[in-house]
């Protein structure tokens, strides 16, 4: 399991599940900084110490296959998970008796900017965090102690000043929170990159080591790809994650923020003493389906151990009213009763502020009624002409231009397109005059299309989003493009049409990546966010937009697959292509099926990197009827299961379920590192 995602949202609750997630991440990256210090001391004895070098290099190695990146959510991308097998499997096995050079600007420096500017910010960051939270907290327990007595313009200025003082904070967190993961992120490239480097180094100075050089660059390129293939996803995820940062610090802070509960935050709750009255913050928390409120005293010392962590006991009540409390029957300001089932008499509540007493009401007295969202899409005649007129322009003008698609066009002009083709008095079969529009105004319209000016949701649908994205996490290969074909046929008519018109003109885009370089990779960046999005905005979606990006991968690869004619699909046996085909087998009607990807395989020991398959090399296997069941584990010796004599269906998004799986480009089959162990160190 990753490192918990840090919502932005989180940062205005402050909630001790935040902190813990928070605590989690500064922990993570005092590990990392310590792990970079032993790195770069292992470095300097590698570099001078030439006598003890097989003691260096065996400590050095060591420390790298002890490390591993922890990725943010519950799954990491094929990229991801070579970049960390590389280092675990590869680099411990290539190091002998070495003449070094320049080690120092290749391995020592970066690492140590690394460290002081990349994580040395993020220690900035949490000094500023931790003051600016001190000085709130405290400017709040005196602002909630004022009287109501007191002028107004006494509690005017009183609440300005600790308006300013919560935005202050609130600052603060969300920058400290947005520095924690652009680290986490960073380092997978920035702390990998210089290791690479100063391994090609090296190979350079290895007098015996030109042919196990040799034998380790197919490793070398296939690093590479996933390095710019991380990077791009990176760069692509942190434009999203600064745009929500920014949406999240410019919203209404009276509104409240998606979560898992109806209604949480802090309250002070008013406590009966022989002398008088204490008000105790507690943590409170209020789920409406259960009708579910409670308590968590954050003032205590812990008492009870959860998952190795002291925390207070949490007490839970089932509401059974909620009351207004009037200003001139109470000292204290924003105050609430409820009353409980499991208690006699009233609970008297304080809130932080008059708007934030208002979304506790109304959270436990009913919500106030919400317009639906116009559910209004350009999905029709229209729409599917304009996709056309654009893509054929696009071809007709050529598929050679330079970042096709990746260029952006003139906002003013696109705006100007999408009014003038969109506007209730334009024909529906409307041309598009070439000599108006350039290629990157088209393209950019076409994207715009497809993103949020004219759908009311992703062409991928809402509601299949977390199958799609469950389905390529998966470890197997052949299961991801078996069950994102499934998904496809269990998309509207429309939105597989459309998907269909679309996927093969990326498919012609990406035969001229030559010249273009817009390769299935570079496309899948682009056109996944575009036809997938997440309905909640939030950091842990944004960490998902890698996985779209597979997705959008899968349906540009497989298209000739999915394209396949109707003789070729009919009355084919169904071969034993490594695990039992028939449940694979789909046929066009079936739509009830929902992935059910095979149990993860172990991260500890990772195959070797199959060889490169070609999907035009295997054979198309035809369509059976019958509904799908979840896909079963693999099965190299089962019997060939017979085929069902089923009429073909006509040429359209057909079954590629039986052919070899391309998925992501993998690294060649290498020969084993072990039949040279003269160039091997002995490493215990």
């Not at 789909?586 to 195959?607: G, H, K, N, V, Y």
Request: net charge neutral; with cysteine.
């Amino acid at each position: 399991m990753g490192l918990p995602t840090l919502e932005f949202s989180d940062s205005f609750v402050d909630s001790p599940d935040f902190r813990e997630r928070l605590k989690c991440h500064e922990i993570e990256l005092d590990r990392t900084n310590t792990f970079i210090k032993e790195l770069i001391t292992d470095g300097h004895q590698l570099i001078c110490a030439l006598k003890n070098l097989s003691a260096a290099v065996q400590k050095f190695s060591q420390s790298l296959q002890e490390f591993q990146f922890e990725c943010i959510g519950d799954a990491e991308t094929d990229d991801e998970v070579n970049i960390d097998c590389f280092l675990m499997k590869y680099l411990a096995s290539v190091l002998d008796c070495l003449q070094i050079q320049n080690a120092d600007d290749v391995l020592i420096t970066p690492l140590e900017r690394f460290r002081k500017e990349q994580i040395g910010a993020a220690k900035e960051g949490k000094k500023k965090f931790d003051k600016e939270a001190e000085k709130y907290y405290s400017s709040l327990e005196k602002h909630l102690n004022l009287s109501s007595r007191k002028k107004e313009s006494a509690l005017q200025e009183a609440d300005a000043q600790i308006d300013k003082e919560r935005q202050l904070f609130y600052d603060a967190s969300l920058e400290y929170v947005f520095k924690i993961q652009e680290v986490q992120e960073k380092k997978k490239f920035e702390f990998v990159e210089p290791l690479l480097a100063f391994l090609q180094g090296l190979f350079t100075f290895y007098h015996e080591g030109y042919e196990l050089a040799h034998e380790f660059e197919p490793y070398k390129q296939q690093l590479q790809f996933n390095l710019q293939n991380t990077r791009n996803n990176f760069l692509s995820t942190k434009q999203e994650v600064e745009k929500l940062m920014n949406r999240v610090r410019s919203a209404d802070q009276d509104q409240k923020p998606p979560g898992q509960w109806t209604m949480e935050g802090y309250l002070y709750v008013q406590e009966k003493r022989p002398l008088g009255c204490a008000w105790i913050q507690h943590y409170c928390t209020y789920e409406k389906g259960s009708n579910t409120f409670s308590m968590c005293n954050t003032e205590a010392k812990p008492t009870a151990k959860q998952n190795g962590v002291m925390s207070n006991p949490t007490e839970k009540f089932r509401l059974k009213s909620c009351i207004r409390r009037k200003t001139d029957s109470i000292d204290k300001r924003f105050c609430f009763d409820i009353e409980v089932v499991e208690r006699h008499g009233i609970i008297t509540l304080q809130a932080l502020s008059e708007s934030n007493r208002r979304l506790w009401l109304e959270a436990m007295d009913g919500k106030e009624p919400v317009s639906p969202e116009a559910n209004f899409s350009y999905l029709n005649e229209a729409g599917f002409n304009f996709v056309r007129k654009c893509i054929q322009l696009v071809e007709l003008r050529g598929l050679s231009t330079m970042g096709l698609y990746r260029v952006g066009g003139i906002n003013s002009k696109v705006q100007k397109l999408m009014t003038t083709v969109f506007s209730p008095k334009a024909a529906s079969d409307m041309d598009l005059d070439s000599d108006t529009w350039d290629n990157k105004t088209i393209t950019s319209g076409l994207k715009n299309y497809l993103r949020l000016v004219c759908l009311s949701e992703p062409l991928m649908t809402y509601k299949l989003h977390s199958d799609f994205l469950l389905a390529v996490k998966s470890d197997d290969q052949n299961y991801r493009v078996c069950a994102v074909h499934a998904l496809v046929h269990k998309l509207p008519d429309k939105n597989k049409e459309m998907l269909e018109i679309l996927i093969k003109h990326l498919l012609n885009v990406s035969t001229h990546s030559e010249n273009n370089m817009m390769t299935v990779s570079n496309l899948g960046v682009i056109f996944g966010p575009t036809l997938m999005r997440s309905q909640e905005e939030t950091v842990a979606a944004m960490m998902n937009i890698k996985f779209q990006n597979i997705v959008v991968e899968i349906l540009i690869e497989n298209f000739e697959k999915a394209s396949e004619s109707k003789d070729n699909t009919q009355h084919t046996p169904v071969r034993n292509n490594a695990f039992i085909l028939y449940p694979y087998c789909i046929s066009l009607q079936s739509a009830a099926w929902t992935p059910s990807p095979p149990t993860p395989q172990s991260r500890t020991a990772p195959p070797k990197p199959a060889p490169l398959q070609s999907p035009k090399t295997s054979p198309p296997f035809p369509a059976c009827g019958g509904p799908l069941p979840p896909c079963p584990p693999a099965s190299p010796r089962a019997p060939p299961t017979p085929a069902v004599q089923t009429p073909a269906p006509e040429r359209t998004w057909a079954v590629w379920i039986g052919t070899s799986p391309v998925g992501r480009t993998q690294a060649q089959q290498l020969p084993d590192l072990h039949q040279h162990p003269q160039r091997l160190l002995t490493l215990k």
